[in-house]
């Protein structure tokens, strides 16, 4: 890392941003159950004078605050994962089978932390920090827009701290950056019979092979090599006997895509796979994150103003999803990765021994807040 710490923020600022994700650490809570931490969430905003709004998709809290025409969306997430932690640190997880394995405990640190360095006088501009619950599968942000909480916004930014990269550097990737996620049920239908007399019936077993191999055909013969996709069969179930040749097999899987017309040649090639043989039933988890240029050209000149321009990655892009997605499809809005690794690497996300780099939060914060600064500077001019 060739940014210096002591360089960002006050000390206490960093001690606070420490202390909060470690308090978040040890105490993490799941999807829609984040009672403890938004309640001190709250707490804090209030503290700030800020307008705040709790109880939004059950445990999502908004905090306005300034005055103007135009209004920018702040977000962070604030659920855990259902993973039992094996870190050794003293801040691990109290709450046995439940752990921040993605690192959102230190986004709703850095989001407490941002918000106060705008409170007091009025920022010119209609600022909404938003703490989301049930990222994680739960499509929070999707269930907070349901409640108004983009209502008046016209722009919105969010920070992931993210161990594929080091500390130290930032990566901001104009355009698709994060891929759409469906969650794939298709039921093969068949009828059942004695395994000694199979023409009697009809195997949904054999079928249910055909289907697989077919849908592994996809991406290599019908999605451009210019395009990105995945399709995964990740779930097999069927029989009950080896005498027996069942009714039915059910197989369930993903798709990922960059682009929402090769996501849909791929769901009509499905359908086309298992016509005669089965239903298809999708369900679209999170849509293609697609990052607004002119936003992402804001937030990089406030990361370049902090870890300059030589740790700045421009095409980090992640076949995982995130829900944000559809925060940036209702407005211009960036997303962007703050690199968590340590100086040993860092195990991935989701990971039962993830940790960060503390150092991440401070640089989170810098980047942040200049974006913010950039964004309302960019409308007073
Ligand atoms: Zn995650
Ligand atoms: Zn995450």
């Not at 405990?105 to 941002?114: G, I, P, S």
């Amino acid at each position: 890392m060739t940014v210096s710490i002591e360089s960002l923020g006050t000390r206490e600022e960093r001690d606070e941003l420490v202390r909060l994700r470690r308090d978040f650490h040890e105490h993490p809570e799941l999807g829609y159950e984040e009672v403890r931490t938004s309640g001190i969430v709250t707490e804090r905003l209030q503290g700030l004078g800020f307008a705040v709004r709790t109880g939004v998709a059950k445990t999502g809290v908004l905090g306005d605050h300034g005055q103007g025409t135009r209004g920018l969306y702040v977000r962070a997430d604030m659920d855990a994962l259902p993973i039992l932690e094996e870190n050794e640190v003293p801040y691990c997880s109290r709450n046995q089978g439940v752990m921040h394995a993605c690192g959102h405990d230190a986004h709703t640190a850095v989001n407490l932390l941002t918000s106060s360095r705008f409170a007091g006088s009025d920022p010119g501009a209609r600022l909404r920090f938003a703490f989301q619950p049930a990222e994680e599968g739960g499509q929070g942000a999707d269930r907070m827009m349901e409640q108004g909480a983009l209502d008046g916004m016209d722009a919105a930014l969010g920070l992931h701290v993210w161990n594929s990269i080091p500390v130290g550097k930032v990566a901001i990737t104009e355009g698709p950056a994060m891929a759409s996620v469906d969650d794939f049920t298709i039921r093969v239908h068949g009828v059942g019979c004695h395994a000694a007399e199979p023409h009697q019936g009809d195997d949904p077993i054999v079928k249910a092979a055909g289907i697989i191999r077919d849908l592994q055909t996809i991406v290599s013969r019908r999605i451009s090599p210019y395009d990105r996709a995945v399709v995964s069969v990740t779930q097999i179930e069927g029989g009950s006997a080896f005498n027996v040749i069942p009714n039915e097999v059910v197989l369930r899987g993903t798709v990922r895509t960059f682009d929402a017309d090769v996501q849909r040649t791929i769901h009509d090639r499905i359908r086309e796979i298992v016509a005669g043989k089965g239903d298809f039933d999708v369900k679209s988890v999170t849509q293609v994150l697609v990052n607004d240029p002119a936003m992402c050209r804001l937030v990089r000149k406030a990361a370049e103003a902090v870890v300059g321009p030589e740790n700045i990655i421009e095409n980090e892009v992640t076949m995982g999803g995130e829900d944000f997605a559809s925060v940036l499809a209702a407005v211009p809005g960036c997303f962007f990765f703050v690199g968590s690794a340590g100086d040993g690497g860092g195990f991935p996300h989701h990971n039962a021994r993830f940790d960060i780099d503390e150092r991440a939060l401070a640089i989170g914060l810098e980047v942040m807040t200049g974006s913010i600064r950039n964004w309302i500077a960019e409308g007073a001019g």
